[in-house]
């Protein structure tokens, strides 16, 4: 279902048609290959290039034989190229068939692997992509609603003033850091092996795998087993559970700043909606909500993934079964977390009233630092300092007006004139060096 909402080319990537075109295209560089070694004649590479193809129902009817998917589509295969049922005994004792080549000298992951191989890099380009939407949402957002002073908050209590601008500056470069991990992974995860059972290169060679690989956009892996090691793919998976934690965490500040107490902003509310189905005035931040849930699906998987480093041997097969949901599902629910956040920053409602009447709930005293810090400058010790700002915010506190409190206090009045208390409570000089822009 989370397909529905993906980008239409991540689904694509992962839908079984394209995973069976994609060991297609393997079979049929592998032959490329066996061509350039001269062992294929020409004419046979010919009619195999003419041919080729398969049938996902057909492949389903022989898998019921098989039990083996590779092997049924293999068999799928060379019967398009044979013309010839490939469960027939006529297909058994048929000589010189130019099927004969399809799937020579290697084995299934030989196909698996190097396909899953292309299958990662391309869902690496559309993450990349869409990453790019959502960055410039965060730009866009920038630019309308950036210079808004808010209320900063540290444990959820208010601390000092910030710009909404620097809660987005955050986001834009951790985005961006995310998509540097993404470009990295899908250079270490753009790899092939043509190897044989084993990886031992007991019929095609070393050069001859490189040069498959290269036609497909891949590298040869320089060591493989009958499987590429999956220290590539969970670090991959890992990359993208990065990636969903980032997304998770704009995804809980737009919550809590929608909080009734709070609400600095709101995600867009269409005319009709409905946020309840018991109470008409519900606006719920259902959809960030929904952003978070999903982070916690993209853990799980790369958990998952980081159990399938281990194998026995040159390989066991459980890797096989988590990988046919893990990497799928990885892969559109987080490009579906990505263009959700980038539907709800592009529509979302900034309320700078809201931003204002917050920054100011606890008047002047989120100027307290200042006021230390100034008398600091004048030679006060940091000590005597704290406690000149702790002991007027406490009467702050009682009811007193603190900047008042603070200019009669008689240990500032002896240290700061009038011109830099009045800087010390300046919004303006607290914000000076705010961001101005993105770029």
């Known amino acids: 279902m989370i397909d529905r909402y993906c980008t239409p080319a991540m689904s694509a990537i992962w839908s079984r048609e394209a995973k069976y075109q994609k060991w297609l295209e393997v079979e049929l560089a592998i ?122 908050r540290t444990h959820g209590i208010h601390a000092e003033p910030v710009t909404f601008g620097h809660k987005l500056q955050g986001w834009w470069f951790e985005l961006g850091r995310s998509a540097e991990r993404i470009r990295a992974a899908q250079r270490e995860i753009a790899v092939g092996k043509i190897s044989g059972p084993v990886g031992i290169h007991a019929h095609v060679s070393p050069t001859m795998e490189v040069g498959i690989c290269k036609s497909l956009g891949l590298r040869a892996d320089p060591s493989s087993t009958q499987i590429i090691a999956r220290d590539r793919h969970a670090a991959l998976l890992c990359d993208l559970a990065v990636l969903a934690g980032s997304l998770e965490r704009i995804a809980t500040e737009l919550r809590n700043l929608q909080r009734t107490e709070i609400l600095e902003v709101q995600e867009e509310f ?68 990505i263009n959700r956040l980038t539907r709800i920053v592009s529509g979302l409602v900034v309320l700078p009233e809201h931003m204002s009447s917050n920054l100011r709930l606890m008047g002047d005293l989120v100027f307290s630092e200042h006021v230390m810090v100034a008398l600091i400058r004048q030679g006060m010790s940091r000590e005597g300092a704290y406690k000149v700002a702790q002991r007027n915010a406490a009467k702050a506190w009682d009811g007193e007006d603190f900047k008042g409190s603070v200019a009669n206090d ?14 010390a409570f300046s919004l303006e000089h607290h914000l000076r060096h705010a961001p101005r822009s993105l770029d």
């Not at 959809?287 to 699906?297: H, K, Y």
């Not at 799980?300 to 026995?312: C, D, F, K």
């Not at 008689?410 to 800087?423: K, M, T």
């Open 31 to 152: 032959c490329e290959g066996w061509v350039l070694a001269g062992v294929m004649p020409e004419s046979d590479m010919a009619a195999v290039r003419d041919r080729a193809g398969f049938d996902l129902v057909r492949c389903d009817e022989i898998e019921r034989v098989t039990r083996h998917d590779l092997m049924a589509f293999v068999r799928n295969v060379s019967e398009r190229v044979s013309g010839i049922d490939g469960l027939s005994p006529e297909a058994e004792l048929r000589m010189g068939d130019p099927s004969r080549w399809i799937h020579f000298g290697v084995t299934s992951y030989d196909v698996i692997d190097t396909a899953l191989g292309m299958m990662l890099r391309d869902s690496c380009s559309v993450i990349e992509e869409s990453l790019g939407r959502l960055q410039g949402a965060v730009k866009s957002l920038f630019d309308r609603h950036g210079q808004v002073a808010c209320i900063g």
């Open 270 to 337: 269409a005319a009709g909606q409905t946020g309840s189905s018991a109470m008409p005035h519900k606006r719920n931040p259902w959809n960030s909500e929904t952003v978070c849930g999903l982070a916690r699906l993209v853990r799980g998987n790369a958990h998952a993934m980081l159990e399938s480093v281990m194998t026995w041997h040159e390989r066991d097969l459980t890797n096989s079964s988590l990988e046919r949901i893990v990497f799928p599902d990885t892969f559109q629910v987080v490009d579906f977390m």
């Open 410 to 423: 008689a240990a500032v009045r002896e240290n700061l004139s009038p011109a830099q208390v009045d800087e």
